[in-house]
């Protein structure tokens, strides 16, 4: 008996596949009499033929669960998912809860598909790194990713909301992936030297990879099973690894030798006295914002500059009629050198967007421009800056508000207030409110968007979420 071809638009093709594996089931259409195709090769035992057309009334009922699974299935590598799929679905209509058996290997197999389709996910929100090409305007950042699956156009969305605010290209073998800070491009596939390589960007992600690595800590079987080395060719910071595991021994036993001549918790003011930069070598005053900028990446005139990967100063158009002050970057706006790029800077972008604010029209900075964490195993954790790094930092926002001449300044937080104003301010009491520095500066106060990431509860933290978006509409009032 002659076959039915299926041609799929491409390999993920999931409506194509649900819509005729409907009309093939309902048609009592055995699974080994279909051929599912996705590209122009054609099989010369299937006829290409009109599908059935199912039975008046014919009905399918399948359990969402089957749905879920098959939708992250079909973006697996093996061209016999398909066929899995459908005979999975067929058995379902006489079997209704074949998904519970454990045992049956056609569940086995769906199972261990949708993990590891899964999982290719996952070590493709990991291990992506984006180069940046371009400047100003034209600045876009690129990154080629080698998946094992047809995961892009899957994975895409999360990127967007990742990266909402900067224009860029995922590449890989199968399919690309582009955004342009409004619409997702899902295109061809490219090759790998399509993407651009950048020197400066491999070594701050070795510098960022050295300065978290905690000999101490390391399980070279942990690290391998978290970082399969099949994707070390696309990670510039892999080429530490050999080494770092080879010296791991004797770095440790170096730490630990070194623990003990290290200050006293007492100490801290003076080793920052220590390290301060003296006033007398402070650069020259900047000509221009650009300028400024690059000073400051050298800036040594607190302590904090030691333990970040880099400045991460404020950016945004220097006629901006507003400029928002947070606290001081995060985790990845270390890694990226961008300030309000992490989590809470993907708050601050949705309820500014949603008073009828735009982001690139203001100039968005931090109190203090270096990240001050405390690590703890793998992970960085957020260490407010005290008194002394705030005053250190002012020398730099406060030329960058010369630069810019804001009509009104957002202060977003305590830290902020504190840098702007010159005293602490009771943010809850009053924030929503303005404030006139001595030099005539209208200051605005309101919390700093991580706030709402810190609440817990899921109404509490919606509600502050709407205070915080009735704080931007004033704020929209005020610079309109
Ligand atoms: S935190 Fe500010 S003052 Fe301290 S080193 Fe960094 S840029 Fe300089």
Not at 155 to 170: D, E, H, L, Q, Y
Not at 416 to 427: C, F, H, V
Not at 445 to 453: E, G, R, V
Request: proline letters at 7%; charged letters at 30%; one cysteine or more.
């Amino acid at each position: 008996m002659s076959r039915y071809s299926v041609r799929l638009a491409g390999e993920t093709d999931f409506p194509g596949w649900r819509d005729a594996a409907r009309r093939l089931a309902l048609s009592g259409i055995a699974p080994h009499a279909i051929t599912w195709q996705t590209d122009t090769a054609n099989d010369l035992f299937a006829e290409a033929r009109p599908l059935p057309e199912p039975p008046m009334a014919a009905s399918l009922n399948v359990p969402r669960e089957f749905i879920d699974k098959a939708e992250a299935v079909i973006c697996h590598s093996d061209p016999a998912r398909f066929d899995l799929l459908y005979r999975l679905l067929v058995r379902l209509r006489n079997e209704p809860h074949l998904l519970k058996l454990a045992s049956d290997p056609d569940v086995i197999r769906l199972r261990d598909y949708e993990k590891s389709v899964r999982r290719d996910i996952h070590k493709m929100r990991a291990f992506v790194r984006f180069v940046r090409v371009g400047e100003g305007d034209g600045e876009h950042f690129v990154a080629w990713f080698e998946p094992d699956h047809y995961i892009v156009e899957r994975n895409a969305p999360f990127f967007v909301r990742r990266f909402a605010g900067m224009r860029w290209t995922i590449l890989t073998p199968h399919a690309s992936a582009d955004w342009d800070g409004e619409s997702l491009v899902i295109g061809p596939g490219a090759v790998k030297s399509d993407a651009p390589r950048d020197d400066a960007s491999d070594e701050l992600w070795r510098t960022y990879f050295a300065n978290i690595f905690n000999p101490a800590r390391l399980k070279v079987k942990a690290m391998q099973a978290e970082m399969p080395k099949k994707y070390w060719r696309n990670l510039p910071e892999a080429s530490l690894i050999p080494e770092m595991i080879r010296g791991a021994d004797a770095a440790a036993r170096d730490m630990l030798e070194r623990m003990p001549t290290m200050p006293a918790p007492h100490h801290a003011k003076v080793q920052e006295r220590h390290w301060s930069t003296p006033e007398k070598e402070l650069p020259d005053e900047a000509a221009s914002l650009v300028e400024l900028r690059r000073q400051a990446e050298g800036c040594r005139r607190c302590p904090l500059w030691r333990d970040a990967t880099q400045t991460v100063f404020g950016e945004g158009p220097e006629n901006a009629r507003a400029v928002f002050v947070g606290e001081q970057p995060g985790d990845q706006e270390d890694i990226a050198g961008r300030p309000f790029v992490g989590p809470a800077g993907r708050i601050f972008d949705e309820v500014i967007e949603q008073a009828g604010i735009e982001r690139e029209k203001l100039y968005v900075t931090n109190a203090v421009k270096h990240f001050k964490f405390e690590p703890r195993g793998k992970r960085r954790i957020h260490q407010k800056p005290n008194a002394g790094e705030v005053s250190a930092c002012r020398w730099w926002l406060d030329r960058e508000l010369q630069f810019v001449k804001p009509d009104l300044v957002v202060a977003m937080g305590a830290t902020a207030a504190q840098s702007l104003l010159g005293k602490a301010i009771p943010i809850t009491r009053m924030r929503g409110e303005t404030v006139t520095r001595e030099d005539g500066m209208t200051v605005f106060i309101t919390i700093h968007p991580s706030f709402i990431l810190r609440i817990r509860e899921a109404a509490d933290a919606q509600a502050e979420r709407s205070r915080f978006l009735d704080d931007m509409r004033k704020v929209k009032t005020l610079i309109s």
